[in-house]
T-cell receptor, first 109, second 117 residues
Framework: GDSVTQMEGPVTLSEEAFLTINCTYTATGYPSLFWYVQYPGEGLQLLLKATKADDKGSNKGFEATYRKETTSFHLEKGSVQVSDSAVYFCALSFNKFYFGSGTKLNVKP | DAGVTQSPTHLIKTRGQQVTLRCSPKSGHDTVSWYQQALGQGPQFIFQYYEEEERQRGNFPDRFSGHQFPNYSSELNVNALLLGDSALYLC????????????????FGEGSWLTVV
């Protein structure tokens, strides 16, 4: 069945470090791919999306490229800030959403 | 522009009881989905409502039921509560585009925390 696998956390980085959170998916076709972020005590917020192969989604310095050949959608940011500390969820969608288990990011000053 | 709103924010129920959670979608949206998020896990799809009908359903028992009203708001009902139903219940809304549901961005509310004791 359709599913998403994310790297396990927590990921702890110093401010201004480079971030990569790996995400791979299994799907019978070509889904849309998403990254959502959840801050403590809040619901999920859309971070970025890509709807077809080779598309790059980007927002707030984060970016991810839809790689059909490796079935991946890794999240990257060149320089993280303390305010980026949150849980990040990778998701795929056909008619409904499948979420990964989330990766907690801690950024230290 | 009003986002997705959910109520109540927190509630505590006893095993065997029933609970109703409510959701108002983002302004302009016509589709509502419900998700269960257990602690430390990603959201799991429960079901989706569009045009007042359940359109899709995840792997949840019949104890979980829902409704969508003409104003697009929605309710999630859970009967015969179990301890394992304790979770954050998230409502998400979207707008059906010409291509249907596929690929549409969903927008989440802040959720209803349910504790079953």
């Amino acid at each position: 069945g359709d599913s998403v696998t994310q790297m396990e956390g927590p990921v702890t980085l110093s401010e201004e470090a480079f971030l990569t959170i790996n995400c791979t998916y299994t799907a019978t076709g070509y889904p849309s791919l998403f990254w959502y972020v959840q801050y403590p005590g809040e619901g999920l917020q859309l971070l970025l999306k890509a709807t077809k192969a080779d598309d790059k989604g980007s927002n707030k310095g984060f970016e991810a490229t839809y790689r059909k050949e490796t079935t991946s959608f890794h999240l990257e940011k060149g320089s993280v800030q303390v305010s980026d500390s949150a849980v990040y969820f990778c998701a795929l969608s056909f008619n409904k959403f499948y979420f990964g288990s989330g990766t907690k990011l801690n950024v230290k000053p | 522009d009003a986002g997705v709103t959910q109520s109540p924010t927190h509630l505590i129920k006893t095993r065997g009881q029933q609970v109703t959670l409510r959701c108002s979608p983002k302004s302009g949206h016509d589709t509502v989905s419900w998700y269960q998020q257990a602690l430390g896990q990603g959201p799991q799809f429960i079901f989706q409502y569009y045009e007042e009908e359940e359109r899709q359903r995840g792997n949840f028992p019949d104890r979980f039921s829902g409704h969508q009203f003409p104003n697009y708001s929605s309710e999630l009902n859970v009967n015969a509560l179990l301890l394992g139903d304790s979770a954050l219940y998230l409502c998400a809304s979207s707008l059906v585009l010409g291509t249907g549901f596929a690929g549409n961005t969903i927008y989440f509310g802040e959720g209803s925390w349910l504790t079953v004791v």
